[in-house]
């Protein structure tokens, strides 16, 4: 099975591109569903361990973690950054593994891992046979992240700060989707990406069949040469 490491910065498109993706058939692993659903619900070893440390004043009346208060402490502090990662990042990459068997057992050939820290953790990286990033400039992903956050400026700035530069991450990809112009633009890019994928899956079964065929024709030689020799 292969997997495809889909990645990018805050509000640059990773959630549309994969949107597009999953259009076209691809399964989609999404690690801010995963952390939302495995990891922060109320009795999970993870919600406890964030009450512990940053206290009941992050929780909702209905005892759920109050996601916008929990982002602003982390976001302005390194150090609370750092420990809610401590905390999650273990959690989210046990739900993703599993996530990923069900789709391995349910015959995929391969599946796509729609990570935002892909980078920064480092921990997926060597496991995964293509990275794609989602790319778009900074003025563009600031007033997208303003909008579609309802943040400010500064807030906006803040967050892109918590995470590597994206220009950065462009430089480590296999594949760089550019999605600072029209959706349609970036949908003409996710179809040729969508082929390549696809390609590379049949050029893979092919290696495997050829591996499997020389494995079959070796076994019938050595079988021959034992008949002969004895
Ligand atoms: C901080 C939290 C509470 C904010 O929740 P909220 O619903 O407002 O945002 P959402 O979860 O949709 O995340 C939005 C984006 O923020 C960025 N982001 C989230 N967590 C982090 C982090 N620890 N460091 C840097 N960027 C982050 C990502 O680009 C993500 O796509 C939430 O993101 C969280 O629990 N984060 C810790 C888990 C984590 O690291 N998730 C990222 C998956 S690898
Ligand atoms: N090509 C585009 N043209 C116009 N708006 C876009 C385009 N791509 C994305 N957007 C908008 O920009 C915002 C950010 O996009 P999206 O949610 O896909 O980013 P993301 O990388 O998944 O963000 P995050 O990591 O913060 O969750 C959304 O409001 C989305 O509708």
Redesign the pocket.
């Known amino acids: 099975m292969f997997l495809v490491g889909l990645t ?11 949107s597009m993706l999953r259009e076209l058939g691809c399964p989609i692993i999404d690690a ?1 569903v995963v952390a939302r659903k495995a990891v922060v619900e109320p009795h999970t070893p993870a919600y406890s361990r964030i009450v512990y440390h940053f206290g009941p004043e992050i929780l909702l009346e209905n005892g759920e973690i109050d996601r916008q208060k929990l982002g602003q402490l982390i976001f302005s502090s390194e150090e609370k950054r750092k420990l809610l990662n401590s905390i999650t990042h273990p959690e989210i990459h046990k739900a993703m593994l599993k996530e990923i068997l069900f789709y391995f057992l349910r015959g995929y050939r391969y599946v796509v891992l729609d990570v ?1 820290l892909l980078f920064e953790t480092r921990r997926l990286t060597q496991f995964l046979n293509h990275t794609v990033v ?1 790319y ?1 400039d900074p003025a563009t992903q600031l007033s ?2 303003m ?2 956050d309802g943040v400010t400026q500064e807030q906006a700035e803040q967050r892109v700060a918590a995470q590597m530069p994206l220009n950065e991450k462009r430089g480590l990809a296999n594949h760089v989707i550019e ?5 349609e ?2 949908h003409k890019q996710v179809l040729r990406l969508h082929t390549k994928l696809e390609d590379s899956m049949d050029f893979l079964l092919v290696r495997v069949i050829a591996i499997a065929a020389t494995a079959g024709l070796s076994g019938i030689l050595l079988y021959a040469a034992k008949i002969l020799l004895s």
């Open positions: 990018g910065g805050m509000a640059s498109g990773k959630s549309t591109v994969s801010d935002p989602v778009c997208r992240l909008q579609r999605n600072s112009g029209s959706r633009d970036t």
